[in-house]
Nanobody, 125 residues
Framework: QVQLVESGGGLVQAGGSLRLSCAPS????????MAWFRQAPGNLREFVAA????????YYADSVKGRFTISRDIASNTVSLQMNSLKPEDTAVYYC??????????????????WGQGTQVTVSS
């Protein structure tokens, strides 16, 4: 069974930084795109960032542009999310997602067929 495992969440003060990582556990499938989504209490899950595996092309939600950076390590098959200048409104459970599909919208949850369990990020004011 293929799973994605996130790490790196925690508690940080506003203005601080955190780095999240996501790696597959178990059998490795081909990957075309990986992404991060987040869900705050009482809110719907929302898109944060995505990266195309072959080209390294990136996509970001407007709310995180200029503060977050998504990257991938092909050798280890991992994706990371560097989060700088964190704000209290960034507080959420962050989920890693992956897909082997080639066609679809990077910001759409339905495009992804593998998900992690999530890691909590809490930003205090």
């Amino acid at each position: 069974q293929v799973q994605l495992v996130e790490s790196g969440g925690g508690l940080v003060q506003a203005g601080g930084s955190l780095r999240l990582s996501c790696a597959p556990s178990g059998r490795t499938l081909s990957t075309n795109r990986m992404a991060w989504f987040r869900q705050a209490p009482g809110n719907l899950r929302e898109f944060v960032a995505a990266i195309t595996w072959s080209t390294g092309g990136t996509y970001y939600a407007d709310s995180v542009k200029g503060r977050f950076t998504i990257s991938r390590d092909i050798a280890s098959n991992t994706v990371s999310l560097q989060m700088n200048s964190l704000k209290p409104e960034d507080t959420a459970v962050y989920y890693c997602a992956a897909t082997s599909r080639l066609i679809g919208q990077a910001s759409s949850q339905s495009f992804y067929d593998r998900w992690g369990q999530g890691t909590q990020v809490t930003v205090s004011s």
